[in-house]
């Protein structure tokens, strides 16, 4: 698991981060028991967010996607599943912005 160390408004170092969990190809969530790693992200002091790569149907290619796993675990109706249903995002910058903001929220603008 990696981490993502998040800087404040002023682009310094906030000690405020979160976890990257890498995983790759489609059948990750599907075939697998995870038991074992549900556990282990819930139980993380920051939150967890799993990033796949997927493979593309007609290319090459996979596509990135991430979503906040710990925040899934803990927001699920059903607290026994094992199963994660992955609603991932497209990865990009807009995506990490927005996670970057839950921390520090854009300074408004003066008008």
Same mark, same amino acid.
């Given at each position: ?8 408004? %002023? !682009? ?9 969990? @890498? +995983?790759?190809?489609?059948s990750?969530?599907r075939?697998r ?10 139980s ?16 090459? %290619? !996979? ?9 899934? @675990? +803990? ?7 094992r ?10 910058m ?12 854009p ?5």
């Amino acid at each position: 698991m990696a981490k993502w160390s998040v800087k404040d408004n %002023d !682009g310094r170092a906030s000690g405020k981060r979160i976890y990257i969990q @890498l +995983k790759s190809g489609n059948s990750y969530l599907r075939s697998r028991k995870n038991e074992r790693h549900l556990e282990y992200w819930i139980s993380q002091p920051v939150d967890v967010y799993l990033v796949l790569r997927q493979q593309g149907e007609m290319s090459g %290619d !996979g596509t990135i996607r991430w979503m906040n796993v710990t925040r899934t @675990l +803990k927001n699920r109706k059903d607290k026994q599943s094992r199963q994660i249903v992955f609603e991932g995002h497209k990865l990009d910058m807009n995506e990490m912005w927005k996670v970057r903001d839950e921390f520090f929220p854009p300074a408004k603008t003066r008008k």
